[in-house]
């Protein structure tokens, strides 16, 4: 079973950063793109940020764009988010998902269901 695993998460004044990371426990596996989520108390779960390997694209919620970059390697099936300037409603907690499907070389995978696997998820707090 693919199993993802989020750290890096914690509480950061508003101006602040954070890196999270997400890496793979479990059985190997090979993979098509990854992508950081995020979900607010009583809000949906919301797309933050994407990569896809093939051409090494990245793409970004306009929330979140300018502040955050995603990262990662393909060959450890490994992600990062490095979020600068936080913001109060960067609050959430933060999962990491992985697409093990090909959509395309350019395909943005902005919707949750269009991953496959997702790990537990780390909680990130701004404070004023």
């Known amino acids: 079973q693919v199993q993802l695993v989020e750290s890096g998460g914690g509480l950061v004044q508003a101006g602040g950063s954070l890196r999270l990371s997400c890496a793979p426990s479990g059985r190997t596996f090979s993979s098509y793109a990854m992508g950081w989520f995020r979900q607010a108390p009583g809000k949906e779960r919301e797309f933050v940020a994407g990569?896809?390997?093939?051409?090494?694209?990245?793409y970004y919620a306009d929330s979140v764009k300018g502040r955050f970059t995603i990262s990662g390697d393909k060959a450890k099936n490994t992600v990062y988010l490095q979020m600068n300037n936080l913001k109060l409603e960067d609050t959430a907690v933060y999962y990491c998902?992985?697409?093990?499907?090909?959509?395309?070389?350019?395909?943005?995978?902005?919707?949750?269901?269009?991953?496959?696997?997702w790990g537990q998820g780390t909680q990130v707090t701004v404070s004023s």
């Open positions: 998902a992985v697409d093990v499907s090909a959509k395309g070389t350019h395909y943005r995978r902005l919707i949750a269901s269009e991953y496959d696997y």
């Open positions: 990569i896809t390997w093939s051409g090494g694209s990245t």
